[in-house]
């Protein structure tokens, strides 16, 4: 595996493998890797001769300065892993590398990128479809491989694959949870032992509201799970939306669509540390 800071260098290592005409695939990570990552990395080692690994902590999807210092961060933990699992390149830029000018691109795909994170982080999308973009150029990838748990950001990307007409396969893969279900995020690092138990109402909830499906409306499960959550010491419910698979906009009945995700958002403890999941109800 060999670890490259520029795009040069990245450039030059992916050279060879682009020209014998072999496939690459890419994992844009923001490092602080779990289980979660590493079964993106697994699959894309296993689907592709290349598999590049980008991890890099992109300023420009933070709304919130705070959230970006204390984003965690161990770029000598995530090579072990990612050698480990038998990546190849690990692309691990620095902020100007990346934004040698600051990017004035606006990107904008409503209504996809106006509900739920759209709406509670604003610029946040655009920040993630800035990074995104430029990975995409700079490793020219057939195949990239985002996770599920971040469900509105795979549509986001998709939507900006579609517009830049960039002939790139976007792959969703499931999220990977602990055994209490709690959905793997870098963030969980950031959580005292207690608030990590409180955490795993979230999923619990989520799981038994596929129940509370089958006889409540969506307007009740909706209800149910957000009081739910908010009895719970130390959790406190942003957001949960009912929304359809494809569109992501709010659906007021279970038949209205083919495809059915709850989409939530917590705050968890006493910093707090904001915990995003989310569920298929058909
Ligand atoms: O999902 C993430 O970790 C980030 O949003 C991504 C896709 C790596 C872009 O910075």
Redesign the pocket.
């Known amino acids: 595996m060999i670890i490259v800071n520029t795009v040069s260098d990245l450039r030059a290592s992916l050279a060879s493998a682009r020209d014998g005409g072999k496939l690459i695939g890419l994992v ?3 490092g602080a890797l779990h289980e979660g990552h590493a079964s993106l990395v697994r699959r894309c080692v296993a689907e592709n001769d290349v598999c590049v690994v980008s991890v ?1 902590v ?1 300023p420009t ?1 933070f709304n919130d300065k705070n959230d970006l210092l204390s984003y965690p961060r161990d770029l000598d933990a995530d090579c072990r892993l990612l050698s480990d699992i038998g990546a190849h390149i690990v692309f691990a830029p620095t902020v100007e590398e990346v934004y040698p000018e600051p990017d004035e691109r606006r990107f904008s795909y409503p209504p996809i990128d106006t509900v739920m994170e759209g709406a509670k982080r604003p610029g946040h999308f655009n920040g ?1 479809c800035q ?2 973009s430029k990975l995409f150029y700079f490793v020219e990838p057939q195949r990239a491989y ?1 996770g599920e748990k ?1 469900f509105q ?1 795979i549509a986001v990307v998709r939507a900006m694959t579609a517009d830049l007409r960039l002939p790139v396969e976007i792959i969703a893969c499931p999220i990977v949870r602990e055994p209490s279900g709690l959905a793997l995020s870098s963030r969980n690092q950031l959580l005292t032992p207690q608030e990590r138990e409180t955490a795993t109402t979230i999923a619990r909830t989520l799981v038994e509201s596929t129940l509370w499906a089958k006889t409540l409306s969506v307007a009740e499960v909706h209800d149910r799970v957000v009081a739910t959550l908010d009895a719970t010491d130390g959790l406190r419910t942003e957001y949960f939306q009912i929304v359809d698979g494809d569109t992501l906009q709010p659906v007021s009945r279970w038949t209205q669509s083919h495809s059915i995700v709850g989409c939530i958002t917590v705050y968890c403890g006493e910093r707090p540390v904001r915990l995003i999941d989310n569920i298929r109800y058909k």
């Open positions: 844009p990570t923001m890099f992109n999807q993630v990074v995104v985002f971040d950001q």
